[in-house]
């Protein structure tokens, strides 16, 4: 009798045991909420709220520094964005006011101010959301996915598929450790044909408690494209509305 009953507390033991340890690797194992609020308070948490606006100044590097030239940008709530790139002389103006999305391109034959088309201008209206899409993700139409971890270059990153309301996929490779999004992988139409676009982010700095990369690489089918290198960046400068407005012919 003794050493049944020491059989069956083995046996009980054992399950206890496996059941403890069962649980404990599932409470390890990442769930999107989890990650979502890791990659939140990585990008500042309650204090991107108190953000109303952003300056940044830098440059653009084109092809691997076969070109650059300055980038100044602003972003400000709600939705608004605006970039002006400067190359040989000329400016690029490419703005979005909450609604319409307009650019002044030199460098392709115009030098008056113009609706861009829906797939110029799908880029262009994400920049324009302050939070990205990991903030009241499923008020503003994003759906989210979590996938199975995976190593970027050595690191243990998460993966998180995001598509927007607008069916636009793309997916986001965070460090596991920092919570950072280290790169954002997706495909986009460029003169009418569908390509992979790599975007890299990379030298975060603390801005006012925001934490910001400061490195932008753009790849397209794995070839570097475009560079941004930004060297200043404000929050909560004065922005006119005006600014954002596509002007008069």
Known sequence: ???????????????????????????????????VAQIVKAQGGEKLKTIKSVKTTGKLVFGGGQAEGPLVGFVARPGKV?????????????????????QINPFAGSSKPEKMSEDEAGDLMDSADLDGPFVDSAKKGYKLELAADEELDGTPVHVVKVTNKRGKVETYYVDAGSGLILKVRGKEKIQGNEVE????????????GIMTAHAVDRLIGGQPFIQIVFERVEHNVEVEDSLFKMPEE
Request: hydrophobic share 45%; charged share 20%.
């Open 197 to 208: 676009i790599e975007t890299l982010l990379s030298n975060y700095k603390e801005v006012n």
């Open 82 to 102: 605006r970039q002006e790139i400067s190359l040989g002389g000329a400016k690029l103006v490419q703005a979005y006011d909450g609604t319409t999305a307009w």
């Open 1 to 35: 009798m003794l050493r049944r009953t020491s059989l069956l507390s083995c046996g009980l033991l054992v399950c206890v045991l496996a059941l403890a340890f069962g649980s404990a690797r599932a409470a390890d194992e990442p769930t999107l909420e989890s990650v």
